[in-house]
């Protein structure tokens, strides 16, 4: 049985409670699985509930995977000057929108949000890294690894991830093919390194940021 992953910077419970208590009653906007979040240059975005998927598309069309938005972390146009940039609910999400001159007018909750961005530039980071990687076997193990880290739920066999993330998902966020991202899936599931679970969750037995070490 693993514990479960904790958040650096802030209390997350404490966090969200002050948010929702806030500004709910003006910001705060329910996504079903699928939407796509509308992004404006004068707002920026924090996951109170349910994940995004952040992502862009390049000049000749091919889709970027950016990196995943969960709870209490920020996202937006103001955060990226990445062209086409798009962020895509992978569940039902309760969301806040807080206009940049509200930032800018309330110290406390500037110094607030912080931590949000902090949150996903660390992701950010550690996902150019994972990319980096030459071999592709770690690329796919440090990827899963990162989001069993940062997302994962504990259950009997590990961290289960609660959103399914298409194989062609992880081949965009990892510079590869889905047909490679489907083959190492399968000889992680032979080695019982990876498992699903009945609602066909990935779940991962021996979640660890040690692959960057060996390399």
């Known amino acids: 049985m693993f514990s479960a992953p904790k958040k650096t910077f802030h209390s997350s419970d404490a966090f969200r409670r002050g ?20 992004l404006h240059k004068s707002c920026l975005w924090i996951v109170v509930r349910g994940m995004v998927r952040l992502g862009a598309l390049t000049v000749h069309g091919d889709e970027l995977m950016l990196g995943l938005a969960g709870p209490n ?3 937006g146009e103001p955060l990226s000057n990445v ?31 912080l931590s949000t961005v902090m949150l ?11 990319v980096g990687l030459r ?9 899963l690894e990162l989001l069993a880290v940062d997302y994962g739920q504990p259950c009997e066999h590990g961290l ?30 032979d080695e019982g390194w990876l498992l699903l679970d009945q609602q066909r969750h990935l779940v991962m ?10 390399h």
Do not use: W, Y
């Open 19 to 38: 948010l929702e208590s806030n500004f709910q009653k003006r910001h705060l906007v329910h996504l079903s699985s699928g939407s796509t979040v509308p």
């Open 73 to 75: 972390e920020s996202f």
């Open 83 to 113: 062209p086409a940039f798009e962020a895509i609910a992978l569940s039902d999400c309760d969301l806040l929108c807080i206009p940049i001159e509200e930032i800018h007018d309330s110290p406390g909750l500037a110094q607030d949000l």
């Open 120 to 130: 996903r530039q660390r992701q950010a980071t550690h996902l150019l890294a994972v």
């Open 135 to 143: 071999r592709i076997e770690e690329r796919v193990r440090g990827f």
């Open 160 to 189: 289960r991830l609660p959103v399914r993330l298409t194989h062609q998902d992880m081949a965009n966020a990892l510079s590869t093919t889905r047909v490679t991202v489907t083959r190492i899936i399968g000889q992680l599931k």
């Open 205 to 214: 037995t021996h979640p660890k940021r040690s692959e960057l070490r060996k």
